[in-house]
């Protein structure tokens, strides 16, 4: 009977091992991108995140959402990019524990763990205020729960990407990145997101994952200041999946956009096709 027991357990923890990732994966979570893979070989792509590592004073820690980094990262590097890492505050930059978890992390997440460069790159990333952002091709807002608490409220962030927008350079981001478009403005010194097509994490993700604590919710703000909110639904939210172009400004909705949302701004800077083969 002890036997028994062993091996039905061994067997059952093997199944929930194994079996957990795929069905997620089934269900939506860090989808295969089967699209075209572009290439910008010399270019150079900023990635920014939060610096709030905690969910209000002393709360929860929380940060940046793993994929919402690596996924970008990988593809602008595999594209022939120079990649470079800030965040609001700069030096380490948190991210969000939950995101690296077995039965969650994304296969970008799991490489980023092997790979000691991008490791040293966030332990000390650039702080935005002594960054030009007209430099970069390209600027990707990341998400995860701490950029509620700053990058929508960074009047730095804010200047920066005005020039950058004004400059003719890509920008977008997913999840609650693109809040960081919230305080930036176009040539004519109107809100950058006013009267652009552009999707980020919804109020109903918001309420069922039950996280209100945050200042600022994307769908909330981001229509606030004129912009015309796109988004799909699932049953559950962080399944749902939707990337929106508008010229330069391409957003995802949520972490399983990040590789999708990456190679759309890749074709907007002027990238050329390699392949049409992601798995």
Known sequence: MTTLFFIVVTVLALFAWLGLPATLRAFGLHPAYDG????LPGGKALIITTSQATLGEGGKATGVFGSEMTAPYYEFLEAGM??????????????????????????????????????????????IDAIDFTQYDIIFLAGGWGAAYDLGTSTVLGQKITQAWAAGKVMGGVCHGPLGLLLATDVNGQPLVKGKHLTAVTNRQVKQLGITITPQHPERELRAAGALFESVSAALEPFANLTVVDGRLVTGQNQNAGVETAQKMLRASGGTVKNKTKT
């Open 36 to 39: 075209d893979l572009h290439t």
């Open 82 to 127: 120079k990649v470079d890492v800030a965040s609001i505050q700069g030096g380490a930059i948190p991210i969000e524990p939950d995101s690296f978890r077995w039965f969650l992390a994304a296969p970008s997440d799991k490489r980023y763990l092997k790979d000691a460069v991008f490791q040293a790159q966030v332990k000390a990333s650039m702080k």
